[in-house]
Structures are given as structure tokens and as C-alpha cells.
């Protein structure tokens, strides 16, 4: 059983169906001693903390993850129970402070958690990380009430929130979005329209960003708001287990006290949370990109065509070495961009590079992983053709690799 291996690697055990407070004080204690250890010049070693939480993560997406994927692709199910496991264990909301009840993990704990999870499903992963873009613009922006309410929520049960930026007209362009706020006395009345939210269908609460009169606003709002409507689940192409939804507020009434930062500041907060968020959609990336690999290695190695492993053919091997060679790489890049944000330094340019190395290579070994399997990875019954249809989001969400590429070039040019 994972929850009792846990608890005897931090010297306690317990029978019980269910962790009791003390056993979320312990595993928050562990956590969170994992997760504050910083790197103190270069090195590439994880702590013995983070090596057993990677470990612990392994396990989980071995047992919970691996088993359910081809059926959660083939139904569009969304995870809950995988979810719920996931709390129990600890290991969704690793980003929420102590102090609102979560485990406070740094960033560079954060990204190896989620590269073992993504190993296993990204749909699954991409429903167990939106708690963090969602929560992003709360560590950003929030005042300690507005945390202990929403991110104190996700901690005590295992809720779920949603990110709602994007719009039917306003993906990358982001300014261009047309739901509208006014204030009136000590409300908001909101309405408009979100496309494409993550989590949108089975969200307690949103993130929500629009434009007044004083510039761009943010809330937090809750899902039972009335005036929110929830769309239909959107059959997408790749990640189908993930819930992606539209969202219609109409005459949505926000209380002030649910306004993040002041009127004017909501793009900042939304843009800022991205320098949290991109790390960890990089290493979900580099978690396809090894599992494709892996697939495709040993598969090279069990195909034969001409008298010999297919691996031994200098066609085949060279493509696993890029392969090889992209995966570490990318890991490097997304360690950086963590690093630099768990030292409280900009970080901007390094998780949008790190977002678009790791989601560009993703797509090139699932392209390859699919070519070395040869017209048994065009077929379902062999996983690497859901590894490709997978990994394409990754050039898309949370950034285009366009979008992504402006950015890094638009820091470049302003270096001296």
C-alpha cells in the first residue's frame, strides 16, 4: 500500500481507511522539508527527500496511472478517483504554502513530481497540475484571506479549480479578450465568455480575468455563482481525460473581496503566474518525451528486420539518441527555470524556453516513437499513437511555442 510505505519512510504507520491530521501533518513536514531545499551553487543531484518523493510518484503513477490510461483516453473520463488517491497521497496542490495547509514544495520538487506523473498519462497530469495554474494568480496576488479561503478549500478536500483567460476569440492575444466587468458599489457584475478551461466541468472555483473601465480586473470566483453556465465537455484530440470546457458568465455578481490586487493589475497577475506554471507544463513535456523513448527503445530492441534488432540499424538508433539527447537537455532547462524561481529571480525567459524546447521535443519523439514502431504505432493497440496525439497540446496551452518564442526574443534583444 503507497500511503504505508510513505508513512514508514517518515518513521510512523497507521491502519486507518483514511489520513488522520496527524498523518497530514506528517507527510505536510516531509513534503515540505523535501521541497524548501534550494541548490546552493551547480549541482545536479536531487536531495534524499526529492529522490524519495520522485520515487513515491514513480510507484503511484505505476499502480493508479499506467493501468487506467488507455481507457480514460478511450472514454474521456475525467480521473476523480486517481485524483482523490493523488491528495490522499499528497501529491496534488504541492505548490499551496504551509500556512493555507498544503506542502509548500519548491518548484524544483514541484517539476520532478510532475515529470513521473506525466510519464504515465499527460491527460491525467493535466488534470491533477490545473489546481496549480488556477491557484498561480492567488500566490501572486492574494491577500491571506482570499488564500485561506480558496487554497485552503483544495487542501481540506479534494476540490479542483479552473484557469479562465482564454476566450473564443482571445487565446495568445490576450489583451484582445471581450468579457467585460463593472463595478457597481461593492460588486462586480461580469459577463462574457471562456473557452478552452481546463478543469472548467468539475471546477470549485475559478480564477477569472476580465477588462473595466480601470483595465484588466481578476477574481477569484466560486463555480455555483449564479449566472455561470458550463458548457459541454469538448472532445479534444489528445489528453482526453482532461476536462476542457466553455464558460459563460452572464451578469455573474464578483463581491470586491474577491478582486485580486488592485483594478488595472489583472494582466500582470495573470502573465506573472505563467513564470510558476510553465516549469512544470515543460517537465510534464519532458515526461512524455521519456516515455515515448522508452517505448521506443524497447521496442528497437525486440523488432527484428533483417537479420537483427532494429535498434542495431544506425537509422533507428540515431533517432533514439535525439531523443535521448533532447529529454536531458530539456530537463536541465526546466531545473534552471524552477531554480531561478525558488531563488525569487525573473524567470520569465527560462520557463518560456524551457516550455518550448520541452514541448517541441515531446512532439518530435512522439513523431519518432511512432516511426520506429512502424504501422503498429499507427494503431491503437500500441501506445506510442496516444503519446503523439498527446503531446501536441504542449505547443499549444499555456503559451503557443510562438508565443513562447516571442518572448525569448524579446528578452534577447533587451540584454546587453
Not at 145 to 157: D, F, I, M, P, V
Not at 214 to 235: L, N, S, W, Y
Not at 247 to 263: R, Y
Request: glycine fraction near 10%; hydrophobic fraction near 40%.
Amino acid at each position: 500500500d503507497l500511503k504505508l510505505q510513505f508513512l514508514y519512510l517518515i518513521g510512523t504507520a497507521s491502519t486507518a481507511p483514511h489520513p488522520s491530521p496527524t498523518m497530514h501533518g506528517l507527510r505536510r513536514t516531509l513534503m515540505a522539508r523535501a521541497g524548501r531545499r534550494m541548490n546552493s551553487g551547480l549541482s545536479f543531484d536531487l536531495s534524499e527527500d526529492q529522490l524519495m518523493i520522485q520515487d513515491m510518484a514513480r510507484k503511484f503513477t505505476a499502480e493508479h496511472i499506467i493501468p487506467r490510461a488507455a481507457e480514460l483516453d478511450r472514454s474521456g473520463e475525467y480521473p476523480h478517483e486517481i485524483f482523490e488517491k493523488a491528495w490522499e497521497a499528497g501529491l496534488a496542490n504541492p505548490h499551496i504554502p504551509e500556512k493555507f495547509g498544503g506542502s509548500e514544495l519548491s518548484n524544483v520538487t514541484s517539476v520532478v513530481l510532475t515529470e513521473e506523473l506525466a510519464y504515465g498519462c499527460t491527460g491525467v497530469a493535466t488534470a491533477l497540475e490545473a489546481n496549480g495554474l488556477a491557484s498561480a494568480p492567488l500566490l501572486v496576488a492574494g491577500t491571506d484571506e482570499q488564500n485561506s479561503k480558496y487554497l485552503g478549500r483544495l487542501t481540506e478536500a479534494p476540490l479542483k479549480a479552473a484557469y479562465c483567460v482564454t476566450e473564443p476569440g482571445a487565446g495568445s492575444d490576450v489583451q484582445g479578450l471581450k468579457t467585460k466587468a463593472v463595478r457597481k458599489g461593492d460588486e462586480w457584475v461580469v459577463n462574457g465568455s471562456k473557452m478552452w478551461i481546463t478543469n472548467g466541468g468539475v471546477a470549485d472555483w475559478y480564477f477569472l480575468l476580465a477588462k473595466s473601465e480601470e483595465g484588466f480586473v481578476g477574481f477569484v470566483v466560486d463555480a455555483d455563482t449564479p449566472g455561470i453556465t458550463v458548457g459541454r465537455k469538448e472532445i479534444n484530440m489528445g489528453q482526453k481525460c482532461s476536462d476542457t470546457r466553455g464558460i459563460t458568465f452572464d451578469d455573474v455578481v464578483i463581491p470586491n473581496a474577491n478582486l485580486l490586487g488592485a483594478p488595472g493589475h489583472g494582466f500582470k497577475i495573470a502573465m506573472k503566474a505563467f513564470d510558476k506554471t510553465r516549469p512544470p507544463v515543460a517537465m510534464g513535456a519532458v515526461g512524455l518525451a521519456r516515455r515515448a523513448y522508452e517505448e521506443a527503445r524497447n521496442y528497437a530492441r525486440e523488432r527484428k528486420t533483417f537479420g537483427k534488432a532494429i535498434g542495431e540499424h544506425q537509422a533507428v538508433s540515431f533517432m533514439l539518441a535525439d531523443m535521448l539527447m533532447g529529454i536531458e537537455a530539456g530537463r536541465l532547462l526546466t531545473y534552471q527555470a524552477a531554480i531561478a524561481a525558488d531563488q525569487g529571480k525573473r524567470n520569465s525567459h527560462l520557463a518560456s524556453m524551457a516550455k518550448c524546447f520541452c514541448g517541441d521535443h515531446a512532439n518530435k519523439c512522439a513523431q519518432d516513437a511512432v516511426q520506429i514502431f512502424g504501422g503498429n504505432g499507427f494503431n491503437s493497440e500500441y501506445p506510442v499513437e496516444k503519446l503523439m496525439r498527446d503531446a501536441k497540446i504542449y505547443q499549444i496551452y499555456e503559451g503557443t511555442s510562438q508565443i513562447q518564442r516571442m518572448i525569448i526574443s524579446r528578452w534577447a534583444l533587451e540584454q546587453q
